[in-house]
């Protein structure tokens, strides 16, 4: 048998990630994916990883360490990674890496608390043939086409967009279909206007003044699938040391 045919960790690829964010990107997302999912190193309310890029180039053996830092660069900009440094003294300048898992689950087309189950169709509902009335039965009622709010409804989305208007500083619709999906099925989840408030105000107060964090202060980030995680997230703060201070300024 070949040396060179899986005697060693393989390198994952996954086809429809490549698709969308280029080959060497999904190469690198992937394991930092692996390293970060087995971090202890938890700050604000993030697993974090850390390595320089000489430390990358050794399990990346066929690429340079430009290559590896342009790469990263690229998912950064993407909004995919998130880099900083958490280290203890300013001189070491070794990057620390986790991965926006809100960014990414965007890049999906439909929302995946949502997804769509292909089912053959009963032979008397066969397109091919003449169309025919479906029973009059509300279980056979597809629920996200005839969804009826209450008025209760109505006004509990009218009030998170409010609220999340008033602290975020923006100016979304209540009425915007999208908007309005990503709210309603967590009401159908059974939370409250009070836990949208809460999640509102941990991530506002997290994320309103990071230049790279704001821009996901919306619906489809705050009341996608990481609701729940938001919800029952603690708050973390990092403890200033003299060192994090430039006093030569």
Not at 76 to 96: C, P
Not at 108 to 113: G, I, S, V
């Amino acid at each position: 048998m070949s040396k060179l045919l899986i005697q060693e960790s393989p390198v994952m690829i996954i086809p429809s990630l490549a698709v969308k964010i280029g080959l060497n990107e999904a190469v690198i997302l992937q394991q930092i994916h692996y390293w970060v999912s087995m971090s202890n190193h938890v700050i604000e309310g993030r697993k974090w990883i850390y390595n320089t890029y000489k430390d990358w180039q050794q399990q990346f053996p066929f690429w340079s360490e430009s290559t590896i830092k342009r790469t990263i660069h690229s998912l950064e900009k993407q909004g995919l990674v998130i880099s900083g440094n958490w280290n203890r003294t300013k001189m070491d300048k070794t990057k620390w890496y986790t991965i926006h898992y809100e960014q990414l689950e965007a890049l999906t087309d439909l929302p995946p608390e949502k997804p769509v189950i292909e089912t053959e169709l009963p032979k008397r509902y066969d397109t091919n043939q003449p169309k025919q009335p479906l029973p009059n039965d509300d279980r056979m009622k597809d629920k996200t086409i005839e969804r009826n709010e209450s008025p209760e409804t109505e006004k509990l989305v009218e009030e998170v967009i409010n609220y999340l208007n008033e602290k975020t500083f923006s100016s979304y619709k209540p009425h915007t279909k999208k908007t309005r999906e990503y709210i309603l099925a967590r009401i159908e989840d059974g939370f409250t206007l009070e836990d949208f408030k809460k999640v509102i105000d941990t991530k506002t107060r997290e994320w309103l003044y990071d230049p790279v964090m704001s821009k996901y202060l919306r619906p489809s980030t705050l009341f996608g699938t990481n609701f729940e995680s938001y919800l029952n997230q603690k708050m973390v703060y990092k403890s200033l040391q003299e060192e994090d201070f430039d006093l030569n300024e």
